[in-house]
């Protein structure tokens, strides 16, 4: 027997999935079987492949309406938000779409002598370890891709949303993918490590903490299998003078609270050109007080628990430490605020980059504003962290948002925008965010590997 898996649900601190791991043995047996499968998965036509995994698509879509109340029990986002589907499909359909132009042959000359060119290979058996805050959105950014490239694919999801591979798996095994080719294992952490070690998988693609990453890249150490990583965030907004005030405080608040907070581009600092910043402060505060916080089962709900009573007590913590410190709160506790789970969402001022809540990632429903008074002070202050995901610029001029994105050291520069992941772009991050990079056609190369072709046709 494995160890049990069980899934805690934040509404009340019932254990609403249970699951038993796979104990190594088996678990090497059904990676044995993803890989033998791999190479006649690999063999069928592109746009079969293609056809295959957007009809697993629309089955997770015909789960959907059991698909959201389960999420709220799981990780607690109000139902009144209607799960992920929009977002899976529109990255998956996008994969679809350019998957014939970005796997196509790279084609170097030919002439009458020689034939050259680069192909895109399938790296054989990917794993794929996924997070709860989205946890079928950010399961599809690879799933979709690598078997789609002619990969096979074990998704290992996380325990606080056991479910979710599961469903994946069901669905996608129910429209035509074989079994052997894209399935979900439970498995612990010393098993997953075990396997990595042993060459089991040919690439990993790995989302969650830095911790995580790490023991990712250290099983996977001297072995040469590819680890990709989205680790941590503390991704900063900033206000410039000319900005569009309502727009700004509307989306980086937003961008700050929603999913209460559990967002991997979510909003976690915002920086304020001096002439906005009490306008922009007392804008937020009035967003943020009309919260309702409660079950995410209600649908007047809009503010759910945070995924775990242990995450909620990192970011007591670290409000707790930067009132302490000098900084001032501007939500009083909600009522519904019951000091586990169910958290007030709150905004900080007179904070520094001294204090925790600016340095280390919060993932939850707070954040602190700080004013500035140039472009200078503000990309000095957006680079002081370890982290390096996205950044989101409020201006009227693209020129000058170019120019100071072109200075930000993050993966993605927003401008008048956040917390949104377009798939036609790179989902990409730097420092202790990690490296590699998802969707887009960059996506695929990253689960590909090049293959080149030199060929002479005339040897006398």
């Given at each position: 027997?494995?160890?049990?898996?069980?899934?805690?649900?934040?509404?009340?601190?019932?254990?609403?999935a249970e699951r038993e791991t796979l104990p190594p043995e088996a678990a090497a047996e059904r990676v044995t079987a993803a890989r033998a499968a791999q190479a006649a998965w690999a063999a069928r036509p592109l746009q079969e492949r293609v056809d295959l995994v957007m009809a697993g698509v629309a089955a997770v879509g015909a789960m959907n309406d059991d698909i959201v109340p389960e999420l709220a029990h799981m990780m607690g986002r109000p139902v009144r938000y209607g799960g992920e589907f929009g977002g899976f499909k529109e990255r998956a359909s996008h994969m679809a779409q350019i998957a014939t132009e970005a796997l196509a042959d790279i084609q170097v000359g030919e002439d009458a002598t020689f034939k050259r060119y680069i192909k895109h290979v399938p790296h054989g058996v990917v794993l794929v370890v996924a997070?709860?805050?989205?946890?079928?959105?950010?399961?599809?950014?690879?799933?979709?891709?690598?078997?789609?490239?002619?990969?096979?694919?074990?998704?290992?999801?996380?325990?606080?949303?056991?479910?979710?591979?599961?469903?994946?798996?069901?669905?996608?095994?129910?429209?035509?993918?074989p079994a052997d080719v894209f399935q979900n294992m439970f498995l612990d952490h010393d098993t997953t490590s075990a396997l990595i070690a042993d060459r089991a998988f040919d690439f990993v693609n790995f989302t969650g903490s830095v911790g995580g990453g790490q023991a990712m890249e250290r099983a996977a150490a001297g072995t040469f299998t590819g680890v990709g990583t989205e680790l941590g965030g503390k991704d900063p907004g900033y206000v410039m003078e000319d900005a569009d005030l309502d727009a700004?405080?509307?989306?980086?608040?937003?961008?700050?609270?929603?999913?209460?907070?559990?967002?991997?581009?979510?909003?976690?600092?915002?920086?304020?050109?001096?002439?906005?910043?009490?306008?922009?402060?007392?804008?937020?505060?009035?967003?943020?007080?009309t919260y309702k916080l409660g079950n995410p089962l209600e649908a007047e709900t809009t503010i759910g628990p945070m995924a775990n009573v242990r995450f909620a007590q990192e970011v007591r913590s670290q409000i707790a430490e930067a009132v302490a410190a000098g900084a001032v709160a501007h939500i009083?506790?909600?009522?519904?605020?019951?000091?586990?789970?169910?958290?007030?969402?709150?905004?900080?001022?007179?904070?520094?980059?001294?204090?925790?809540?600016?340095?280390?990632?919060?993932?939850?429903?707070?954040?602190?504003?700080?004013?500035?008074?140039?472009?200078?002070?503000?990309?000095?202050l957006m680079n002081d962290s370890e982290f390096g995901l996205t950044a989101s610029l409020w201006t009227g001029d693209v020129e000058r948002a170019t120019?100071?994105?072109?200075?930000?050291?993050?993966?993605?520069?927003?401008?008048?925008?956040?917390?949104?992941l377009d798939p036609g772009l790179c989902w990409t991050g730097c420092k202790n965010t990690g490296r590699g990079g998802g969707?887009?056609?960059?996506?695929?190369?990253?689960?590909?590997?090049?293959?080149?072709?030199?060929?002479?046709?005339v040897t006398g």
């Open positions: 027997m494995g160890q049990t898996l069980k899934c805690i649900s934040p509404i009340d601190g019932s254990v609403y997070p709860w805050n989205y946890p079928y959105m950010t399961a599809i950014n690879t799933v979709a891709p690598a078997l789609i490239a002619g990969n096979t694919v074990v998704l290992k999801h996380a325990t606080q949303t056991l479910l979710v591979g599961e469903r994946m798996a069901q669905a996608f095994q129910s429209a035509g993918i700004a405080v509307d989306t980086l608040i937003d961008g700050a609270m929603f999913n209460a907070g559990q967002c991997c581009c979510g909003i976690e600092r915002i920086y304020v050109h001096e002439s906005l910043y009490d306008a922009f402060v007392e804008k937020a505060v009035a967003i943020v007080n009083a506790a909600f009522a519904e605020d019951d000091g586990g789970a169910y958290l007030t969402p709150q905004i900080l001022t007179n904070v520094t980059h001294d204090m925790r809540v600016m340095r280390d990632e919060s993932f939850g429903p707070v954040v602190g504003i700080m004013k500035v008074s140039s472009d200078a002070e503000a990309i000095d120019r100071v994105g072109d200075q930000i050291e993050t993966g993605t520069v927003f401008m008048n925008r956040a917390d949104y969707l887009s056609v960059i996506g695929y190369h990253n689960l590909t590997r090049p293959k080149s072709y030199h060929l002479k046709k």
